[in-house]
């Protein structure tokens, strides 16, 4: 397969369904903006190293990639195109839930916002976290105007929650003081 087929030369790419639009489409916005957030959660997945502490949490981000992509062919896909992708729903969403449950139920309830930091790995979660907001938001832009699948957008708000919830568990796993952000007027 060839990389490059000069289709997209003069600002266009195409659709899965075969409409050509312009690279600045709310479509592509949005499933460009999921491209961003599975490198960046490549990049957090990259930097945990390969051990059994860690190892839940490497499978997990795997996962999420898989299922972003997933997610992606639809925002990419036009009405009656989505019917040759791979299966997206509600399992997609109820293994964020899962997961987020199990890593909450370790974690000391908090009543104040938490600030990022402490460690690399939870840095990296929080940016990917960041990047799952922005998703979110082109998604929505993109929904105002095209008919979008409701689990895609649960799935992009679950996962936000997901990255923030794995920031304080990995703030725990390395035994970070975690820092909350308590308002002083």
């Not at 490549?42 to 490497?58: G, V």
């Not at 062919?73 to 293994?95: I, W």
Request: overall charge negative; aromatic content about 8%; proline content about 3%.
């Amino acid at each position: 397969m060839k990389i490059y087929t000069k289709t997209g030369d003069r600002g266009t790419t195409q659709l899965i369904g075969g409409r050509r639009v312009p690279k600045n489409h709310p479509r592509i916005e949005a499933y460009g903006t999921i491209d961003e957030l599975m490198a960046q959660i490549s990049y957090l997945r990259d930097n945990m190293e390969e051990s059994s502490r860690l190892a839940d949490y490497r499978k997990d981000l795997l996962q999420i990639m898989d299922d972003l992509m997933r997610l992606s062919s639809y925002l990419a896909a036009e009405d009656t195109a989505t019917k040759q992708l791979p299966a997206f729903g509600e399992a997609q969403v109820h293994f964020l839930e899962e997961r987020i449950d199990a890593m909450q139920a370790t974690l000391k309830p908090i009543a104040h916002f938490t600030l990022p930091g402490g460690h690399p790995l939870v840095s990296l979660a929080n940016i990917a976290r960041t990047v799952c907001r922005r998703s979110e938001r082109k998604i929505i832009a993109l929904g105002e105007e095209n008919s979008i699948d409701q689990t895609i957008g649960e799935y992009i708000n679950r996962l936000s929650d997901y990255l923030y919830v794995l920031g304080r568990k990995l703030t725990d796993e390395f035994h970070v003081k975690e820092i909350l952000w308590e308002y002083n007027s």
